[in-house]
């Protein structure tokens, strides 16, 4: 069924991201409406892939359970690890490493695109905030918290346990190494829009340390903060590896960490008054990208490098979970450009991504769409310049689907050879 050459599935996902932008304090319950109308639309009128009424889609979420409960584990138990960092004591020697003059704001928005690679990007884009409130005795301009959250965006571009959106594509299937090169758009950005933040901010309120301050590392909480991401990378790519079947049948990944949070007990308890909040947010989340696995993906036009760059645009204003999730169902992407593209696109508005979200309930100031693209411009600039300098460094090289690349092994092994096939007949090459 379609309205206006649209069908009306993708009207009602639309209908539900818009108002989740416009109704901020309401999120959760909008996200659970819209998914309720969008599966009782598909079952009473336009069935799934997997057949019509509520056997279809029963069967629709029986492929998409492991997905959804890898990514629950995962957001929760980030949460915790992002907490056994802050309790570390490292953010409170950040301010130590900082110099004077406008490359003090700078190396601040490096450090927080460093820490963004190996910790979730709202956990780097809090921290960079705090440092920033302390060493700028809260004189911290609009401009360079909104260069904070790119930092803390671009930072884990290219890196799967850096950023919902690229742990969600590490879950789906694709390999770390096909979103690494996302860095060299996210390297390019960050100077592009990092050299005149610093500027700005070193003109408004220059940096002021306190270099007598005593701080102890608790190096059992940075130790646990590793044990855990080692868990997650060795069982991902273990699974993957050695046994790519049955990682669409259990969620090893989700399973991994909280094991690794469990047995960390002993040693340092995790802050577990973080897991109510943590669980509203992830079912927010989780009904997004559960929406948009209901999505006719074949009817979305073909996956380039223009609609990556203006899904980067589109991340600014709607949520980037389902927006990742659209595209890994759909394929063919190259997923450093969409990796970056929906990572960092959020930057451009202060509501375009859960770390500008978190950073302006710190300084509500910034909560203001006009002020943030009026003083925050050249975060825009550097999306732009970023992701044309990839695309002329690295050029568009778009990744078959990587779940029927998972099975192309199984059927290629009972190919028998054969002489080439003749000029001009099927398969000549």
């Not at 509520?54 to 979420?61: L, N, P, R």
């Not at 460093?114 to 401009?143: C, E, M, P, Q, W």
């Not at 696995?293 to 389902?322: C, H, R, Y």
Request: glycine share 10%; proline share 6%.
């Amino acid at each position: 069924m379609e309205l206006f050459g649209i069908p009306v599935d993708f009207i009602l996902f639309a209908a539900t991201l818009l108002g989740v932008a416009l109704f901020h304090h309401y999120v959760l319950q909008v996200a659970l409406t819209g998914l309720a109308v969008i599966a009782g639309y598909k079952i009473l009128f336009a069935g799934f892939k997997t057949g019509a009424g509520v056997a279809g889609f029963v069967a629709h979420m029986g492929h998409e359970w492991v997905l959804l409960v890898n990514l629950f584990c995962l957001l929760v138990g980030f949460a915790l690890l992002a907490r056994h960092f802050e309790d570390s004591g490292v953010p409170e020697v950040l301010p130590k490493l900082l110099p004077e003059g406008w490359l003090g704001p700078f190396v601040l928005l490096t450090l927080i695109f460093v820490l963004s690679s190996f910790l979730d990007n709202i956990a780097a884009a809090l921290i960079g905030a705090t440092v920033a409130a302390s060493v700028f005795k809260r004189k911290v301009h609009i401009g360079y918290l909104a260069a904070i959250v790119a930092a803390s965006n671009a930072g884990g571009a290219g890196s799967v346990v850096g950023d919902t959106t690229t742990t969600m594509m590490w879950i789906d299937g694709v390999a770390p190494l096909d979103v690494l090169h996302a860095y060299v758009a996210a390297g390019v950005a960050l100077v592009v829009f990092g050299i005149p933040a610093a500027l700005l901010q070193h003109k408004h309120m220059a940096i002021a340390k306190d270099f007598h301050a005593r701080h102890r590392i608790d190096w059992a909480r940075v130790g646990i903060v590793g044990f855990i991401l080692v868990a997650a990378i060795v069982t991902n790519v273990t699974v993957n590896l050695k046994f790519p079947a049955a990682a669409d049948h259990f969620p090893f990944l989700g399973v991994a960490v909280w094991v690794a949070l469990l047995l960390a007990i002993p040693v340092r308890k995790p802050e577990w008054s973080l897991v109510p909040d943590a669980v509203k947010g992830s079912i927010f989340l989780l009904a997004l990208v559960t929406c948009a696995s209901m999505m006719p993906v074949e009817k979305l036009p073909p996956a380039s490098w223009q609609s990556a760059l203006t899904l980067g645009f589109v991340s600014s204003v709607f949520d980037n979970i389902p927006l990742t999730a659209l595209a890994l169902k759909q394929g063919g992407f190259d997923w450093g450009f969409l990796a970056y593209a929906v990572g960092f696109g959020g930057s451009m508005l202060w509501f375009g991504s859960s770390a500008g979200v978190a950073v302006s309930n710190l300084f509500p100031e910034a909560k203001s769409a006009i002020q943030w693209l009026r003083h925050g411009w050249f975060v825009l600039v550097g999306y732009v310049v970023g992701f044309f300098v990839m695309l002329a460094v690295m050029g568009w090289q778009p990744h078959p689907p990587h779940k029927e690349g998972r099975e192309a092994p199984a059927v290629i092994e009972h190919i028998e050879p054969s002489a080439p096939p003749a000029i001009g007949a099927p398969g000549y090459q």
